[in-house]
């Protein structure tokens, strides 16, 4: 597609409950990424993407936080058990491999209720 | 390891006044440095990087930063500001490893632009 699009735009979800955030990213993009965006947490990273396999998965915060990526395309990141500390903006990004430029989508609003 | 810290959380100018908004990098291996924009409840749009070559980097909407190794500063600044610059600044840094890594931003800088 011509940029990374994210899907919900916007979710809410009660405490307790499963959610699943999707991230598209731009054709031909090999690496992906993904970010957390909460207010006085700035922008953590969460995850990254090199094709299928994530050789550095260092940001995810718990056990509960999971994401993959198939057909080197499409990503999911997935929060079991949700919690209120959770809500935040979910932000995904997209380069090429040998490319420094990462192209953000508009991100998903999570919040926990 | 990488680092960026953002001096300033909230930067105020006038309209037409210069905009300077600081940024310093630590990293132990030659660095790529971006600046981004976030206007309000969108995502992040690059205004400019610093890859290799000219140290002296543009952007878009008349941004411009200059990368300083011996200060491990990469300032963004423009000269005339206007009110449509009003939005939150983040300076990240990447290793320059020729594949993609992740990036490491800064706390983020508000600016806001008065009449």
């Known amino acids: 597609g011509a940029g990374v699009s994210q899907s919900p735009s916007n979710k809410v979800t009660e405490k307790g409950k499963d959610v699943e955030l999707r991230c598209d990213p731009i054709?031909?993009?090999?690496?992906l990424y993904w970010y957390r965006q909460s207010l006085g947490q700035g922008l953590e990273f969460l995850i990254y993407?090199?094709?299928?396999?994530?050789?550095?998965k260092s940001g995810l915060p718990s056990d509960r936080f999971s994401a993959e990526r198939t057909g080197g395309s499409v990503s999911t990141l997935t929060i079991q058990r949700t919690q209120q500390e959770d809500s935040a903006v979910y932000l995904c990004?997209?380069?090429?491999?040998?490319?420094?430029?990462?192209?953000f989508g508009q991100g998903t609003r999570l919040t926990v209720v | 390891a990488q680092s960026v810290t953002q001096l300033g959380s909230h930067v105020s100018v006038s309209e037409g006044a210069l905009v300077l908004l600081r940024c310093n990098y630590s990293s132990s291996v030659p660095p790529y440095l971006f600046w981004y924009v976030q206007y309000p409840n969108q995502g992040l749009q690059l205004l400019l990087k610093y890859t290799t070559g000219a140290t002296l980097v543009k952007g878009i909407n008349g941004f411009e930063a200059e990368f300083k190794k011996s200060e491990t500063s990469f300032h963004l600044t423009k000269p005339s500001a206007h009110m449509s610059d009003a939005a939150e600044y983040f300076c990240a840094v990447r290793s320059n490893t020729g594949t993609a890594s992740k990036l490491t931003f800064g706390t983020g800088t508000r600016l806001q632009v008065t009449l």
């Open positions: 990004a997209s380069s090429k491999w040998t490319g420094p430029n990462a192209f």
């Open positions: 993407f090199q094709g299928n396999s994530a050789p550095d």
């Open positions: 054709s031909g993009h090999t690496a």
